[in-house]
């Protein structure tokens, strides 16, 4: 009797241990599930995520946060945590929280190189998200380049470059402005004057500009240029006036946009009357600039909030959910937030976050983004992208009015002169700026 008792309880805990053992192989198959980076995936709402606190996966975000720029990039940085927040909330990257570090690039090109540094030697952060103006990027490229590093790079940008340590997020020049020359030559006319400030990005667009103005048999009646931050257009807007171009081409960048459509506007040019394109103002700098001031006239991006798509709906939800109803979203900022699932979804494939191994993954790595299906070129790290031309509504939204409807392969070196001789162009502007990306002479601010 003693001996049956035995051998039954030794077979119920031996019965108990099966099923112990199946309910945790199934918890782990389930917890596996839900520590993917893909936006779809949805976390069993009966297992708690735990994350490796302990051995976080440090990210530099590096931005400016005051100064001239700060008006575009402080939106960047806020859709950079919310990407990183959600890949958190689904179990982080292999398992590993992800921490961010926040940095100001102050508007200072050379800042940005400075704190780069700093965030991959002092922080060993394993990749870097940030810059918005091509002299912070030009600036930042040698540290990456001296550290065998990795920067998420967020705007279009003029092209001319290609590094294997940087993934441009943002668009190249002919899935930007070459399309918006195209468009507006059909649509508006083929009498263009350009504007923008004195940086590297506006010289580099407008010159490329002018060979896809050439190639559509238009013609180029004025060019000018203000420094970042400068706010005295006055001689620029009544140039304007007396030339009477059928389309002004902007490549302003940062606060300054406030000044010249301010001065616009007080001069009596409406939309109706001389239409702007920019090139560097979305939505949330609508926010800033004024939807009545800027009504009517056009930009030229990848992204709008408005795209009816399940994808962007999810995003702008989330967004405004963190950061308030008020809020907007804009191509830069979405450029930014698909850059982090870019990363993670390399890190993945890695199996760790060692930049020389991610960096081997990057190639190829595909995102169903607000936007839509991009991928990241392995030839040259750009994206494929949909370009889309927007016109603004009265509540500071865009009516796209043009798409290209599927994705646009990159091509960072437009055919109008040769790599070496962009290079050349890009050398000669370096040295007539004094070593520097951006002309530093000093700035009037009349208008504030």
Request: charge should be negative; aromatic fraction near 10%.
């Amino acid at each position: 009797m003693e001996r049956k008792i035995i051998i039954f309880i030794i077979f119920g805990i031996g019965t108990i241990l099966a099923i112990s053992s199946y309910l945790l192989i199934d918890l782990q198959e389930s917890f596996h599930e839900s520590t993917t980076i893909e936006k779809s995936t949805v976390i069993p709402k009966n297992i708690s995520i735990l994350l490796d606190e302990e051995n976080p996966i440090k990210v530099g975000i590096l931005h400016s946060l005051s100064g001239t720029m700060a008006i575009s990039e402080t939106p960047v940085v806020d859709a950079t945590l919310l990407a990183i927040d959600e890949i958190n909330n689904r179990g982080g990257i292999l398992g590993r929280k992800v921490e961010p570090v926040i940095v100001d690039g102050r508007s200072d090109w050379e800042t940005f190189a400075i704190k780069a540094e700093q965030l991959i030697v002092e922080e060993k952060v394993s990749v870097i998200f940030g810059g918005w103006t091509s002299a912070s990027r030009k600036t930042m490229k040698p540290v990456f380049e001296k550290y065998d590093h990795l920067l998420f790079y967020p705007v279009q940008y003029e092209g001319l470059e290609q590094s294997p340590n940087i993934v441009y997020t943002g668009a190249a020049p002919n899935q930007q402005v070459l399309p918006a020359i195209d468009w507006a030559g059909e649509n508006l006319g083929k009498r263009f004057f350009l504007v923008g400030s004195d940086y590297v990005f506006p010289r580099s667009a407008n010159e490329i500009m002018k060979g896809k103005i050439n190639e559509i048999s238009g013609q180029v009646v004025g060019e000018e240029y203000r420094n970042l931050g400068d706010t005295n257009f006055d001689e620029i807007v009544d140039k304007i006036i007396q030339i009477h171009p059928d389309v002004i081409l902007n490549t302003i960048n940062g606060d300054s946009n406030i000044a010249f459509f301010k001065t616009l506007r007080e001069k009596g040019i409406t939309p109706t009357d001389i239409p702007t394109i920019s090139f560097s103002i979305a939505e949330d700098e609508i926010r800033h600039l004024g939807s009545k001031d800027m009504q009517g006239d056009y930009a030229s991006w990848n992204y709008f909030q408005s795209l009816d798509t399940s994808e962007n709906k999810k995003f702008v939800e989330s967004f405004k959910k963190k950061f308030g109803t008020h809020r907007v979203t804009d191509d830069p900022m979405e450029a930014g937030y698909i850059g982090v699932f870019l990363y993670a979804k390399a890190v993945e494939a890695a199996e760790t976050d060692d930049v020389n191994v991610v960096r081997k993954h990057l190639g190829g790595v595909t995102f169903s983004a607000p936007e839509g299906i991009v991928g990241i070129d392995p030839e040259n790290q750009h994206l494929s992208k949909v370009v889309r031309i927007g016109k603004i509504l009265e509540n500071g939204q865009f009516e796209i009015v043009s798409s290209s409807e599927e994705p646009i392969q990159p091509i960072p070196y437009p055919v109008y002169k040769t790599k070496e001789q962009w290079n050349t162009f890009l050398e000669d502007l370096y040295h007539k700026w004094d070593e520097n990306w951006a002309n530093l002479e000093p700035i009037s601010k009349e208008h504030l």
